[in-house]
């Protein structure tokens, strides 16, 4: 593995690329980059955190906005960081079995209430087709 080639995987995973996607980019096997992860275990610690830099990028552009007192910016966080409190979805949570209680139909209408489905299914897939 060439130099070049490091310094060029480098800026792939700081891009967020994922394995396949730098070695297509720096036009090598994934197979070679494996490999020379597994024999410089320190690149690919690295490696792990440079694909981490387009979240930190956006997580800085994101508190550069609230601290330019942009109140989009500064209400999206609190919906997403401070959900107890400014969340505008209420989130249940289930624990346990859930049983659904059919009332009792014989197989042939089990069956055809399956066939009546799959039809409605082929009328959707040739519309959408057709479009």
Request: net charge positive.
């Given at each position: 593995m060439t130099a070049e080639v490091i310094t060029e995987l480098k800026k792939a995973f700081s891009w967020g690329f994922t394995d396949?996607?730098?070695?297509?980019?720096?036009?090598?096997?994934?197979?070679t980059l494996y490999d020379y992860c597994s024999?410089?275990?320190?690149?690919?610690?690295?490696?792990?955190?440079?694909?981490?830099?387009?979240?930190?990028k956006a997580k800085i552009n994101w508190v550069s906005k609230i601290q330019a007192s942009d109140y989009q910016a500064s209400k999206e966080w609190l919906e997403r960081k401070s959900r107890d409190e400014f969340s505008l979805k209420q989130e249940i949570e289930q624990k346990?079995?859930?049983?659904?209680?059919h009332k009792n139909i014989s197989k042939e209408e089990a069956e055809a209430m399956s066939e009546y489905e799959r039809n409605?299914?082929?009328?959707?897939?040739?519309?959408?087709?057709n479009k």
């Open positions: 396949e996607e730098a070695s297509l980019f720096c036009k090598i096997a994934p197979r024999k410089n275990p320190e690149f690919a610690e690295l490696k792990e955190l440079l694909k981490k830099s387009p979240n930190l346990g079995e859930m049983t659904l209680i409605e299914r082929r009328k959707e897939i040739i519309n959408w087709s």
